[in-house]
């Protein structure tokens, strides 16, 4: 349903961020039962080319892969924090990558129908989240900081 190449922060510890690809999917299983949707965050690993083909020398690695009610229409990162905001049925969910490669929900926004389209705004935390039936929403996401006196 959508890849996204996305910024995500890969160490709690450390903040060290990484590009990762992030794939969303949908299970259609009829009309009388739910779809299932799937996301999955992908890394790109170097390899051993084959003989002769020195452009096999990068895979794709699973990091994470969580399933989930309703299909995963649209996914982007979100704000400078390092996290992945998806479509998911009809919720919006804000999640961040563990150490353990799970995904962690922070934040979640319901919407009357099913996301076709998500965009943020660089550096902002703000997204536009789009619709086919209701048009767009306007939302914003931040991760409040602590801080310290030395």
């Known amino acids: 349903m959508c890849v996204e190449s996305i910024e995500l922060e890969v160490s709690e510890f450390t903040g060290e961020r990484k590009t990762l690809i992030a794939v969303g999917t949908s299970i259609i299983r009829g009309e009388d039962l739910q779809n299932l949707g799937n996301i999955y965050i992908l890394d790109i690993i170097p390899v051993v080319p084959e003989l002769g083909r020195p452009e096999t020398n990068r895979k794709l690695k699973v990091l994470a892969q969580e399933e ?6 649209a996914v982007s990162e979100i704000a400078d924090q390092g996290y992945l905001i998806m479509s998911q049925g009809q919720k919006c969910m804000v999640r961040g990558l563990k150490e353990d490669n799970t995904l962690l929900p922070v934040a979640f926004l319901d919407v009357q129908t099913y996301v ?9 935390g703000m ?19 602590v801080h310290t006196k030395a």
């Open 116 to 124: 076709s389209s998500l965009k943020t705004l660089k550096g902002t």
């Open 127 to 145: 997204a536009l989240v789009a619709d086919a039936i209701k048009g767009l929403w306007f939302t914003g996401f931040s991760v409040g900081s």
């Open 68 to 73: 989930v009610k309703g299909p995963v229409t």
